[in-house]
DNA sequence: GATGGACATGGAAGTCGTTTTCAATTAGCC
DNA sequence: GGCTAATTGAAAACGACTTCCATGTCCATC
């Protein structure tokens, strides 16, 4: 465990939502602690394979991630328009999938559960016309740019 | 509706399976009839997005495409090893995910659910070592190249 | 049959998240 | 302190997908 692992755990457990290796780099950048975008996106790789971490994908395909809070597995419901996200409570899905894949039988199952929306906050706005995700208004009224 | 577009839907209806963008316009140029990359994305997202075919992502992100038989929405069971799949019946999470969006205020709620495992003719094979879904041996032996 | 405009095509080039490469650095152990 | 294996990170490569834009095709109108 070097510094930076440490640090890239840090700056996301500080994050309650689910943030992109990308602006995990930037908010590590804009603490002071620079660490490289290759050890971010490797710190995240195997902070997710030991389960510390859970992985969205966005619309676009990019993978989002947020520190797993207790242990086991979970699934959330996450704003398209803020990024605010939620675990759910999702026994009935679980089951569902296992019963599923046992039926038809298939070994090894895994499933992949998402749930999006637009959040009471952000209906007012109504700024859901297109934003693929994330990339609308950000966190309430802070565009995230997400430059490059 | 030019011969292009057909000629992508009509390629679409011989597999039952998810096949990727790439792959079908491999299956275009084997069949003689050459249609540019550009445009079997094109067609692809019009028909996705008039609901006639169907879009899942596999663990590397890439978007593979089935034709919908029936109208409605659908999902599926997949194979990650030879990529066969079937419509499972989803009804309790169309009502899980309906119910958890209302109960948490939110609105237009979407959701993502897929399923995959390894089916009945794969499992003697046991090759599910690593690949990241249809990289590893395909259509039970025929190994997918997908070269570029 | 000619004409013009709206729309589709497709090769090339660009986008962008992510991975690979590899030389330099560092962590951990004797 | 010295040694070795693991980690770092800047740069380059990768790859699915999109955008550009010059060309082609359809079709209503004259
Ligand atoms: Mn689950
Ligand atoms: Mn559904
Ligand atoms: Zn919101
Ligand atoms: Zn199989």
Redesign the pocket.
């Known amino acids: 465990?070097?510094?930076?692992?440490a640090a890239v755990l840090r700056v996301l457990g500080g994050c309650q939502d689910f943030v992109?290796?990308?602006e995990l780099h930037a908010l590590l950048e804009a603490a002071g602690r620079?660490?490289?975008?290759?050890?971010?996106?490797?710190?995240?790789?195997?902070l997710a394979a030991t389960g510390r971490v859970d992985v969205v994908?966005d619309d676009?395909?990019?993978?989002?991630y947020r520190r797993r809070v207790a242990d086991g597995h979970r699934h959330y419901l996450m704003c398209r328009c803020c990024g605010r996200s939620q675990p759910v409570a999702a026994e009935v899905v679980e089951e569902w999938a296992e019963r599923v894949g046992r039926d038809a039988g298939f070994a090894a199952v895994q499933h992949t559960v998402e749930l999006t929306g637009i959040c009471a906050l952000c209906v007012p706005n109504a700024d859901e016309g297109e934003p693929p995700c994330r990339s609308g208004p950000a966190r309430h009224g802070e565009h995230r740019t997400?430059?490059?």
Chains 1, 2 share one sequence.
Do not use: C, D, F, I
Not at 1 to 5: I, L, N
Not at 40 to 46: H, K, N, P, S, W
Not at 60 to 64: D, I
């Open positions: 465990m070097t510094w930076q692992r992109s290796a990308q620079g660490v490289g975008l290759t050890t971010v996106y490797r710190a995240l790789r195997a994908r676009a395909g990019e993978r989002l997400h430059s490059n």
